[in-house]
């Protein structure tokens, strides 16, 4: 029961939040299978899939964006697109948080606990900047997503860091900057740079350049 409640609140989010009529925007069904096997969750480019350990919203969520990453911008489908697999990850840590915004963290309502902090990304090893020692252009892609989610947790919540302050914008208009562009400007191989003034490009459409 759980499981199905967990789908149905992920289609609510992105149905009320952007009108989107499922991952394919076409009514498609939202799938997702527990196997006692699988140490982990997963998107395989139809359906979602856990272990036990990790059902939570905020987990299947996560992996269920991935899905619509697929059917918009495609972000990452080689190996070797190592920056745009990272950002794949980022946004799909973005809108868990969107369905499940309450607190920063990855998984801490499943058994496997928290495995990442988007709001402090150094907690669990993660670089929170491009220029940390830690960062790696061809790094792994769940590890090098800590840049970007902590820019969005400044973009959202604002904070002083690196020098700078920042006013944050909430999580609704934060949330739609990111899936306009993710869902327009994006390409499969876009990096952090081409991230950035995506971005950029589609707050600006929305709520004007200033």
Same mark, same amino acid.
């Given at each position: 029961?759980? +499981?199905?409640?967990?789908?149905?609140?992920?289609?609510?989010?992105?149905?009320?939040?952007?009108?989107?009529?499922?991952?394919?925007?076409?009514?498609? &069904?939202?799938?997702?299978?527990?196997?006692?096997?699988? /140490? *982990?969750?997963?998107?395989?480019?139809? &359906?979602?899939? /856990?272990? &036990?350990?990790?059902?939570? +919203?905020?987990?299947?969520?996560?992996?269920?964006?991935?899905?619509?990453?697929?059917?918009?911008?495609?972000?990452?489908?080689?190996?070797? !697109?190592? !920056? /745009?697999?990272?950002?794949?990850?980022?946004? =799909?840590?973005?809108?868990?948080?969107?369905?499940?915004?309450?607190?920063?963290?990855?998984?801490?309502?499943?058994?496997?606990?928290?495995?990442?902090?988007?709001?402090?990304?150094?907690?669990?090893?993660?670089?929170?900047?491009?220029?940390?020692?830690?960062?790696?252009?061809?790094?792994?892609?769940?590890?090098?997503?800590?840049?970007? *989610? +902590? /820019?969005?947790?400044?973009?959202?919540?604002?904070?002083?860091?690196?020098?700078?302050?920042?006013?944050?914008?909430?999580?609704? +208009?934060?949330?739609?900057?990111?899936?306009?562009?993710?869902?327009?400007?994006?390409?499969? =191989? =876009?990096?952090?740079?081409?991230?950035? *003034?995506?971005?950029?490009?589609?707050?600006?459409?929305?709520?004007?350049?200033?």
């Amino acid at each position: 029961v759980y +499981k199905r409640q967990i789908l149905g609140d992920v289609y609510n989010f992105f149905f009320n939040s952007f009108a989107r009529d499922g991952i394919d925007n076409h009514g498609g &069904a939202l799938i997702g299978y527990v196997y006692a096997p699988v /140490a *982990n969750a997963q998107w395989d480019g139809t &359906a979602m899939s /856990a272990s &036990a350990n990790y059902i939570g +919203k905020d987990i299947w969520a996560h992996e269920l964006m991935h899905g619509v990453t697929q059917h918009t911008s495609g972000l990452g489908p080689l190996r070797t !697109q190592y !920056q /745009a697999r990272g950002l794949n990850e980022s946004i =799909s840590d973005m809108f868990a948080y969107g369905v499940d915004p309450a607190n920063w963290t990855m998984g801490e309502t499943s058994r496997a606990g928290t495995i990442r902090d988007i709001a402090n990304p150094r907690l669990f090893g993660q670089p929170e900047r491009i220029f940390d020692s830690g960062f790696s252009c061809t790094g792994e892609e769940h590890k090098i997503n800590g840049p970007t *989610n +902590k /820019a969005f947790n400044l973009m959202t919540a604002g904070g002083t860091f690196n020098g700078c302050t920042i006013n944050g914008i909430g999580k609704e +208009k934060s949330l739609a900057v990111i899936y306009k562009a993710n869902t327009t400007y994006l390409r499969q =191989s =876009s990096g952090f740079f081409d991230f950035n *003034n995506k971005v950029n490009q589609a707050c600006g459409e929305l709520y004007g350049a200033s």
